[in-house]
Each structure stands twice: as C-alpha cells, then as structure tokens.
C-alpha cells in the first residue's frame, strides 16, 4: 500500500532462523504500474479493501462481525463523491 500512496512502510521482522530479504525498488514499481494500468487498478481496488476492512475491524460493533459478514459489507459499498459544505 505504501508503494501505491508515496509514503513510507516501516516493519519490524522477526525471524527464528536466517531469512533473505527481498526489496522492491519504488522506481521500478512506478514504471510496471504506468505500463500495466490494470494491475495499478487492481492493487488500488485492493488496499481500498484492506483499509475498509481494517476500519471494520477496529471498531469495536464492526469488530464483532464475521469474516463473512465484513466481505458482505465490503462488497455492498458503493463509491460516493462528497461535496464540502458552504456555511
């Protein structure tokens, strides 16, 4: 997600035994997407569920809900563009 909003993901790593890491250079990211826009859609579609999803979770009537029944209600949004009010 960070890849696709510009900023910065930090992890903390632990491991029981020697791992290789692997990391993905933000330039090259940037040039697949401009060159596949269908996975640059996919993968926006993506991390929009993952913090739809996570909002759910984190309160707390959301948070009761099955895995079910949050991807019920993730697939039932519908995209909404707000105006800001006069006033």
Do not use: C, I, W
Not at 10 to 15: F, I, N
Not at 53 to 69: I, M
Request: glycine share 2%; proline share 3%; hydrophobic share 45%.
């Amino acid at each position: 997600m960070a890849l696709l909003e510009h900023t910065t993901r930090m992890a903390t790593v632990r491991a029981s035994s020697d791992v290789e890491v692997l990391r993905l250079d933000r330039a090259a990211v940037e040039e697949l997407l401009v060159s596949a826009p269908d996975l640059k859609k996919y993968l926006e579609l993506h991390a929009s569920r993952r913090r739809l999803n996570n909002f759910f979770r984190t309160y707390t009537a959301f948070g009761r809900l099955s895995v079910d029944a949050t991807a019920t209600m993730l697939a039932e949004l519908e995209p909404q563009t707000a105006t800001p009010a006069s006033g």
